[in-house]
Structure formats: structure tokens, C-alpha cells
């Protein structure tokens, strides 16, 4: 029983690796822009898509894979934000999210239309390869490589955060956009930069999954994208720390949920246990309370 | 959302019973009764006419589709428009309702009875998904901005979830066999009902106190608006014309699976609202309808024009991020006694150009 359970947590750490890599994003434009950004989740699948592209037709191996699709991912992310979103900086916030969903659907679809609706399949890049652990459990490379890639990418990501300049001014927009220009802060560069970064770690998450589920198709990332999206907001939306945190117990909440119950009650349970940490946790985990001002 | 859009909804200087009673009067009998006899016509022909003209059938099912979608986009902007709140999980109090009335027809109403009890299993449907409603309402009352959108999404999951479990209604295969009994006449009731109630009740005193809760819900409080209660009903309101709306839809269809119900319903329905504009009635007539039929319309393009049709969102967003119509709304779809207020508040300013601005003219 508890080599089970400990099992199950060990899946649990693949699952919300990706959860929290996705999050992220979310979470980072929320800060900057106070934007819930819809497309968020396709992006994800255009990240996984380009990692078909380079691993099953250039046959690239895995790093290079990566790399590839983060770049284009954050190319791709910082046209959107430039195209679609900047032109609505000071339009009603709900415009510029439902300009969100409509380009979410517009890559849905886009990458629908031109790739095709069969599921692709990533090939295998990393060897497969069981290390038993003491206790009847263990893991397999590709969860050792999800986790250890995610975590590293997290660790970059905080350390950039919180001790370069680039970020503290990251920071300082989601405290006060408005008068961040007097201070001589070059807001929309910090902006694209988010949005590229953002949607790098998006890519990652997209890689990462076509490790461990390696069949991808052009609406997988309208589900996974919420969950991320769910994750950040348990965490506390805005939170760089939270999202993480959030990714984790979402995916843990499932995972168990899963080992317990038929696993048609998995998406029941989690979101009813949202609900009720909201109710009783209206901002999250880690979210900021924001005094109110009349 | 500015203030600015107080001043576009709703008549708040303080005017004088009498001078309004005397601008009602001012409209002659006729011309207020004019939309009434309008609509009963236009229902006459729905109901007795258009089910025997040569149709193409198809065109009907897309006229009824363009009903049902008004019923919902309508019943959303209250919530999203009206309230200023983030609703993003409409699709799942249609579900409750097509799912409620199509039971209800099923299991409890006898086959031969079936057309003349189909209101019955509307309002059912409609009921039902009103006190589902309380499961958004209630953390409302705490909870708001994007984290009630979320509670909102999560009640969407839920719902689909909890219908994929149980056996009874078919799980994820679906409910099939329910009667073919929506037909253009019902659904044009439904709509004249659902925009009829809802216009009274934005320009109602719960009405006013909605859109306070939008433009600053701690004000609000402040001025003595029971934000619980107004809340209470804009919610279970929205809800129960969403319910009809699904019970209209699962009797047209004739066939409802768990899927027809998930987040991109909801993610359609939320496009129709901002589309047409929020806070407008007159907004989520034409945003339902441009949508649906443009879709249609679009049918030839096959793949491309789920390609196409969010594209135009986005470039419509950019050029009028208010939506077509928002904030601005029909004289059909203002009260009676509203526009009198407002020519009462007109008079006045004219008359006294320093007692200050007579906002509400503007609407």
C-alpha cells in the first residue's frame, strides 16, 4: 500500500512538472498585465507540434528538440502579444481576454486546418530505462528528465525573478504599470520579454508531455491549458512561487484522486475541491490580497 | 471597466414622480403598445405561419438555433455585462437545464401528454438550473473578479462531470430519444420572455443595483445596495434562462451527450456577448445572430472557417473593443417608464441647465 502510494507520488511529480511549467506562464502575464491569456494552453500544443516537427521529421535529438521549440514558441508568443494584445492595452480588460480566446481558436484550428486532425506521435528521444528505487517503486528516464528539466527551468526562472534587474522590473509592472515609464523602465520590452518567456517554458511543458504521453492532436492543449490555468489560480494568480506550488497540487490531487476512485470522477473531485479553496480561499494560496480603495 | 459607463445605463438623477408620470404620458397609448402588438404578430406568424411555408428545413434549424443562442447570450450578459463579473461557464446551466427537462419528459410525463407539457419541463429545466445557480452565487458573495471566473469554470467541469457519471442519463454516450417538440413559436416565446424580464429587471431598482456592483461593488455597499440579494437574483436569473434555453435546445436536437455542454459552449456563448457588446440587449440580439448565422454561412469553407470566424473576433476586438453594440441599447429594449425618466431628466437639465448634468440622456 505504500509502495503504492509513494508510486503514485512519484507520478504525480511528472504530471505537475508540466502543470507548473505551463502555469507559469499564466501566471507571469497575469503579473505584468493583469491578462488572463486564453491562448496560453494552444500555445503549449503549437510548442508541442514544433517538437514533433524536429524530432520526427529533422529526427533532431532531444536537447536540440527543445531548444528549437522554445525559441520558436516565444517568437510566436511575442508576435501575439505585439499583434493581438498591445493594440488593447487600454481597452476593457475583458476585450483583450476575449481577443485570447478567439486566438486560442485561431491556433487551434490554424494548426488544425494545416497539420491535420490525426494524432501525431513524438518519437522517442530518451532511452527507456527503469531505476528501481528501495521498495518495490521507481521511475523512468523520461520522468527523471521531465522532472530534472522542469525543475531546472523553475530554478533559472526564480533566480531571474527575484536577483537580475530585467527582473525586478518584471516585478515592478505587476505592482504599478501606469507610472513605470517615469522610472525609466522600457515597459513594452519587459512585456514582450515575459510573453517570450512565458511562452518558452509553455514549449518546455509541450516537450515534456510528448515524453511521457507521446501522442499530441490540435485540442490537447484546451484542457491541459485550463488545468495550468486552474493551478495558477490555486497557487494565486500573479505568484511566480504559487504557480509552481499550484501546478504540483493540482497533479497531486489527480493522481490520487485517480488511484482511489474510477478515474471519470478525476476531473469531479479536482474541480469540486477548487471550488471549495476558493470559497474559503477567495485569492489562492499565495495570492495578494489587494486593499480596497473607493 | 471606467465609470463612464454609469452615466450610459441608467438614469440616476433624481426625478420628480410627477414630471415622469406627466413624460409617460406624453407617449401617446399607441406607440407604447406598438411593440406588444409588433411582437404578438411576429409570434402569430412564428407559431401558426412558418411551420407551413415551403421552408428549407435547414434554414428553420438555424433560425431556432439563432433563438436559442440569443436566450443565451442575453441571460450571460447579465451576469458578464450587466454585473461586470466573468462568467465563463455558461454551457453549464444549459446543461443542467436540457438534462433536467429532457428526464423530466422521459421518465415522468406520459408520450401522449408530452407537447402540451413541454413548457412545464422548460421551467423545470429552468428551476433546476437556478439552484445549481447557487453554487456560483453563493461564493459570489466573497469571491470575485478572476477567481469567481474560475468558480465559474469549475462549475462548468462539474457539471459535465458528474453527468458523465451517472448511468441513468447515459453517461458520457448521451441521452438520446427525447421528443422533437422546440419549434420556431417556442422558441420566439422564450426569447420575447427572456429579453422582456430581463429588460424590466435592469431597470429595476435591482437592476440599478447591478450595475453599482459593476462599477464599484464596495460603493455599493456603501450606498446601502444589499449587494447579497441583487447578486442572489442576477445570478439565479441568468441562470434559469440558460436552463430554458438548454431544454429548448436538447428538444431540438433531440439527442444530448455530456460533450455538447464543455468549456468551448461556454467559450462560444461568452463570444456571442462580447461580440454584440455587453450591458445591451439589443447587443446580445445581434451578436447571437451575426455569430450563428455567420458560422453558417461560412459552412463552405469547411476546416477554415473555425480559421476565419476567430480571426474577424480578434480584428473586431481591435477596432471595437466594446463590441458592436456595447453600453448602447435599443429604445425596444428600454422600459416605458425609463425613457420617461429620462425625458423627465432631459426637461430638467434643459430647463436648469445648472442643476447639474442629466446623465442617462446619453443611453
Known amino acids: 500500500m505504500i509502495s503504492y502510494l509513494l508510486q503514485q507520488a512519484i507520478n504525480a511529480l511528472q504530471l505537475g512538472s508540466v502543470y507548473a511549467l505551463i502555469a507559469l506562464g499564466y501566471s507571469m502575464v497575469y503579473g505584468v498585465l493583469r491578462l488572463i491569456n486564453f491562448a496560453h494552453g494552444d500555445i503549449f500544443m503549437v510548442g508541442a507540434f514544433l517538437g514533433f516537427f524536429a524530432a520526427a521529421i529533422m529526427r533532431w535529438p532531444f536537447v536540440p528538440t527543445l531548444l528549437f521549440s522554445m525559441l520558436a514558441t516565444a517568437a510566436l508568443g511575442v508576435t501575439i502579444e505585439r499583434v493581438a494584445y498591445r493594440p488593447l492595452r487600454d481597452a476593457p480588460r475583458v476585450s483583450a481576454v476575449i481577443t485570447a480566446l478567439g486566438v486560442g481558436l485561431f491556433l487551434e484550428h490554424f494548426v488544425l486546418a494545416t497539420v491535420g486532425a490525426q494524432p501525431r506521435q513524438i518519437p522517442r528521444m530518451i532511452p527507456a530505462r527503469f531505476y528501481p528505487l528501495p521498495g518495490d517503486i521507481g521511475f523512468s528516464s523520461n520522468q527523471a528528465v521531465i522532472f530534472g528539466v522542469a525543475v531546472l527551468l523553475m530554478l533559472i526562472l526564480d533566480l531571474f525573478v527575484n536577483r537580475t534587474l530585467t527582473g525586478m522590473a518584471m516585478r515592478a509592472i505587476s505592482w504599478d504599470i501606469r507610472h513605470l515609464p517615469l522610472m525609466g523602465v522600457p515597459v513594452n520590452r519587459i512585456v514582450s520579454l515575459t510573453f517570450a518567456i512565458g511562452s518558452a517554458l509553455a514549449a518546455a511543458g509541450g516537450i515534456l508531455v510528448g515524453l511521457a504521453y507521446p501522442i499530441i492532436d490540435p485540442y490537447m492543449g484546451i484542457l491541459v491549458g485550463w488545468k495550468a490555468f486552474v493551478a495558477a489560480v490555486v497557487g494565486g494568480i500573479g505568484s511566480i512561487r504559487g504557480a509552481m506550488a499550484g501546478g504540483y497540487v493540482l497533479a497531486a490531487t489527480e493522481v490520487f484522486v485517480a488511484a482511489f476512485l474510477p478515474s471519470t470522477y478525476r476531473d469531479f473531485v479536482a474541480f469540486s475541491l477548487l471550488l471549495t479553496l476558493l470559497v474559503f480561499r477567495p485569492t489562492g494560496m499565495f495570492g495578494r490580497v489587494w486593499a480596497q480603495k473607493v | 471597466m ?284 445581434v451578436g447571437a445572430t451575426v455569430y450563428t448565422v455567420l458560422l453558417e454561412a461560412l459552412r463552405f469553407l469547411g476546416l477554415w472557417r473555425w480559421v476565419l470566424a476567430p480571426l474577424l473576433l480578434v480584428l473586431l476586438m481591435i477596432g471595437r473593443p466594446r463590441g458592436l453594440l456595447g453600453f448602447r441599447e435599443a429604445a425596444l429594449f428600454v422600459p416605458a417608464w425609463e425613457r420617461a425618466i429620462r425625458r423627465a431628466a432631459a426637461g430638467a437639465g434643459a430647463r436648469a441647465p445648472t442643476a447639474g448634468a442629466a446623465p442617462g440622456t446619453r443611453g
Open chain 2, 2 to 285: 471606467g465609470t463612464e459607463g454609469l452615466n450610459r445605463t441608467a438614469a440616476t438623477a433624481p426625478a420628480d414622480a410627477a414630471v415622469v408620470a406627466g413624460a409617460m404620458d406624453e407617449e401617446r397609448p399607441v406607440r407604447r403598445l406598438l411593440p406588444w402588438l409588433g411582437t404578438a404578430a411576429l409570434l402569430l406568424f412564428f407559431a401558426a405561419l412558418l411551420p407551413r411555408l415551403p421552408l428549407n428545413p435547414y434554414h428553420v434549424q438555424v433560425l431556432m438555433y439563432v433563438g436559442i443562442n440569443i436566450i443565451l447570450t442575453a441571460s450571460l450578459n447579465l451576469v458578464n455585462g450587466y454585473m461586470g463579473e466573468f462568467s465563463v461557464g455558461h454551457a453549464g446551466f444549459m446543461a443542467v437545464g436540457a438534462y433536467a427537462s429532457a428526464t423530466v419528459m422521459l421518465w415522468l410525463f406520459p408520450k401522449a401528454l408530452w407537447p402540451v407539457l413541454f413548457p412545464v419541463a422548460l421551467l423545470i429545466g429552468g428551476v433546476a438550473s437556478a439552484v445549481v445557480g447557487l453554487v456560483v452565487a453563493v461564493p459570489s458573495f466573497r469571491t470575485r473578479g478572476d477567481y469567481l471566473a474560475i468558480v465559474t469554470l469549475a462549475l462548468n467541469m462539474i457539471v459535465k462531470s458528474a453527468i458523465e457519471n451517472i448511468e441513468a442519463v447515459g453517461g458520457p454516450r448521451g441521452l438520446p430519444g427525447i421528443g422533437r417538440l422546440t419549434t420556431p413559436g417556442w422558441v420566439f416565446f422564450w426569447v420575447v420572455v427572456t429579453l422582456v424580464a430581463l429588460r424590466h429587471f435592469v431597470h429595476s431598482r435591482f437592476g440599478r443595483g447591478v450595475a453599482t456592483i459593476r462599477e464599484d461593488e464596495l460603493a455599493a455597499e456603501l450606498v446601502g445596495i444589499d449587494t447579497r440579494q441583487v447578486k442572489l437574483q442576477a445570478f439565479l436569473l441568468s441562470a434559469f434562462f440558460a436552463g430554458v434555453a438548454g431544454g429548448l435546445y436538447a428538444h431540438l436536437i433531440q439527442f444530448i451527450n455530456p460533450r455538447s455542454f464543455d468549456i468551448l459552449k461556454s467559450t462560444e456563448i461568452l463570444v456571442m456577448v462580447y461580440l454584440g457588446g455587453v450591458a445591451s440587449l439589443a447587443g446580445s440580439v
